[in-house]
């Protein structure tokens, strides 16, 4: 989608900076902002999901894109993560009416945030973009419950194919082994130092046989000695 900033007023621009950086700061509880320097018209946020529902424990990412025409205009929101809820259909669209109808221009971000997150505690199954979701949040709930749990699990949990938290930068998390792939160049005793540890024991072994023969020989002559002696003292008798 393409940035509005060209398209807004430089007075609503300015407001819309402050908001974003007073959210920055001070974010709602559960929430994190991440705002782009580059394009203030397009914020990013992560969403915890709230305890006692299925969504508990996963961390989804979400956008909100200001328009043109904003403040007088909702913002459009949309799940980056993947979620099985009634009000979030399956490109991420959310429907709620703080952005549809109850929008007011002095509502702000902040509402906008709360409102989205509370959505997750109390899914509204009237105005569902999931209609599978919605029917079986009234049929079924048990049914419904297992289903967002399982997507949560599988997508905003940090597993594998998971789209949770802030967006990732490469340098981000462990990185790659410089010569993983080169069996010359694995991890381990270098060339030089396996001759070099080849040599020390060699040593040591060679200075161990030394001292034993050394030893051998010492007690060897003080044998040799006691049985001189003995010797001559019985010839004297």
């Not at 509005?4 to 007073?22: D, F, I, Q």
């Not at 979701?133 to 419904?144: I, M, N, P, T, V």
Request: glycine letters at 10%.
């Amino acid at each position: 989608m393409n940035s509005n900033v060209e398209n807004l007023p430089p007075h609503v621009l300015r407001l819309v900076y402050k908001e974003v950086s007073a959210l920055a700061a001070d974010p709602p509880e559960g929430i994190k902002i991440y705002p782009s320097e580059e394009d203030i018209t397009e914020l990013h946020t992560a969403i915890e999901g709230p305890e006692g529902t299925p969504f508990a424990g996963g961390v989804f990412r979400m956008r909100l894109v200001l328009g043109k025409d904003f403040p007088a205009v909702p913002p459009k929101g949309y799940f980056l993560t993947k979620i099985f809820h009634p009000n979030v259909g399956h490109k991420g669209e959310i429907c709620v009416n703080v952005l549809k109808r109850d929008w007011k221009a002095e509502l702000g971000l902040r509402h906008v945030l709360l409102t989205i997150k509370c959505l997750l505690i109390h899914p509204n199954p009237e105005s569902a973009l999931n209609e599978e979701a919605g029917r079986l949040l009234l049929e079924d709930y048990a049914e419904y419950e297992s289903r967002a749990r399982l997507l949560t699990e599988i997508h905003a949990m940090g597993g594998p194919g998971s789209t949770s938290g802030a967006p990732q930068d490469p340098n981000d998390g462990p990185q790659p082994k410089k010569h993983a792939g080169d069996p010359t160049k694995r991890a381990g005793p270098s060339a030089a130092a396996v001759p070099a540890a080849l040599g020390n024991g060699a040593n040591g072994a060679s200075t161990t046989t030394s001292n034993s023969n050394s030893s051998s020989s010492s007690t060897n002559n003080v044998a040799g000695k006691k049985k001189a002696d003995k010797k001559r003292a019985l010839r004297r008798l």
